[in-house]
């Protein structure tokens, strides 16, 4: 049987989770549910969210995959043999699918405005016409499922080239040129006129905007910022070495997801306040309203085209984690070569995008719920697949898994100390289900 292959350094084994992690999410929601909720104080609670849920659930992961250098199925029924765990795996990998389907839209629409900020597409134009020019794209079928398609493309390309020529280089550059690309903007957010305005929105910590609201929103940002749940970060570390420690990748993994999603809010607020911008959220701040800033900056062509190649870099690495998933699945539990795991994947990705490229245009009749299919697989991945997952990863490795396995992979077989061990446990046994409880509560609706 061949070795399997791993990463090759712990950089770019970080890399590689650190970009899993880091998605829209940190840029387009992040900094608007901070300033609308308090502040500074919702930054607290987010960190607290991370402490106690993100930190310990990412550990989770990493330690079924690590301890048995195996896909999600295979880990499962390694670790609990004769027992029926490992059919959760089939929940993940439908997610991974319904999340890529959706989110590969949108990092359609970001190379479509990439490629019009390389032209100069973007400048000299009013906010109504930047409106205007977003709406007649989603509204444009061959554009949006083009656009969507060589996304798809590029993305499985890149896994084409293996865990170490693929996914950990390509994950080494991207990665660090985003940090390079977001401290540069925030240098020049803060030279703006009236930042201040803009920093105190993000960071001023008004406790009196901090409803239960608010803090629900924190943990279900941090939960799903970290892009836990769905076995991403079980498949790569499948694939990192024995003599890591898990510990300190769990946390430098959601720091730096967190430093993005902070940076993110210096990058972003500053110049809104500066140029009289009402703060917001979702496709219209990238789409529509941080066209219209870049504009009215000086080198507005530069930083219009820096901003869509940042926020390339971050979609495309997440949906390289995402694609790991199957693709893994199908090489070590149908024995299907990786030429063929990605043919196929990438035959049912395809078709899943191009329904939710579809729906803001020729399947636009379409609904279930009042929602039509793109943001039906956007609130089943975030409302119901992702939850499912980080409730049943806490709850196995906190109550079910041997607690041997776990303090193994904690302490390196006993070389390295194991004093986050009893910390983990009673989050992942106690803080960590209930706080998803609430979370899937909140967002579907039952409670708000």
């Known amino acids: 049987m061949a070795k399997r292959v791993g990463f090759a350094t712990r950089l770019g084994a970080i890399a590689a989770a650190v970009g899993s992690a880091v998605g829209l999410g940190n840029i387009w929601r992040f900094p608007y549910e901070a300033g609308v909720n308090g502040g500074g104080a919702f ?21 079924i995959g690590r301890s048995t250098h195996s896909n999600m199925k295979a880990a499962l029924m390694k670790l609990s043999p004769g027992k029926k765990y490992y059919l959760f795996t089939y929940i993940c990998i439908l997610g991974s699918f319904i999340v890529i389907g959706f989110y590969s839209v949108v990092c359609g629409w970001i190379i479509e405005y990439l490629y019009q900020a390389a032209l100069g597409g973007l400048s000299g134009h009013t906010p109504q016409e930047y409106s205007d020019m977003f709406t007649s794209l989603i509204a444009n079928p061959w554009r949006c499922v083009g656009w969507t398609m060589l996304f798809l493309i590029l993305n499985f390309m890149v896994m084409s080239r293996g865990i170490e020529k693929g996914i950990e280089r390509v994950a080494s550059i991207m990665m660090p040129l985003l940090f390079v690309i977001l401290i540069i903007f925030c240098v020049k957010s803060l030279l703006l006129p009236g930042a201040g305005k803009g920093l105190r929105f993000l960071f001023y910590p008004d406790f009196s905007q901090l409803s239960l609201r608010g803090v629900l929103d924190a943990f279900g940002q941090a939960f799903l910022s970290l892009s836990i749940g769905i076995s991403c970060l ?16 769990a946390a430098t993994v959601a720091i730096l997801d967190t430093l993005v999603a902070i940076l993110s809010g210096v990058m972003i607020f500053p110049a809104v306040f500066s140029f009289g911008v009402e703060p917001t959220a979702g496709p219209r701040l990238i789409f529509e309203v941080l066209p219209s800033i870049f504009q009215q900056m000086s080198g507005g062509y530069v930083w219009a085209l820096l901003f869509f190649l940042l926020v390339f870099f971050a979609s495309l690495t997440s949906t390289i984690s995402l694609s790991e998933i199957p693709i893994t699945f199908l090489i070590e539990e149908h024995k299907q070569t990786r030429p063929k795991a990605i043919m196929w994947t990438a035959l049912f990705t395809f078709m899943l995008a191009t329904l939710a490229a579809l729906s803001f245009n020729v399947l636009d009749d379409i609904k279930l719920f009042g929602k039509n299919i793109f943001d039906m697989m956007d609130y089943a991945a975030s409302n119901i697949f992702m ?19 776990v303090h193994d992979q904690l302490t390196n077989g006993g070389r390295l100390k194991g004093a986050a061990e009893p910390y983990l446990i009673f989050c992942l046994r106690y803080v960590a289900p209930v706080s998803i409880f609430f979370i899937f509560l909140y967002l579907t609706g039952i409670i708000y």
């Open 43 to 63: 930054i607290l609670v987010y960190i607290l969210c991370i402490l106690v849920m993100g930190i310990p659930v990412i550990l989770s992961e990493f330690i």
């Open 234 to 249: 079980v498949t790569y570390s499948s694939y990192f070495k024995d003599n890591t420690s898990l510990t300190k990748d």
């Open 387 to 405: 939850l499912l997952g980080g409730l049943f990863t806490a709850v196995y490795v906190g109550w079910i898994l041997d607690r041997k396995v």
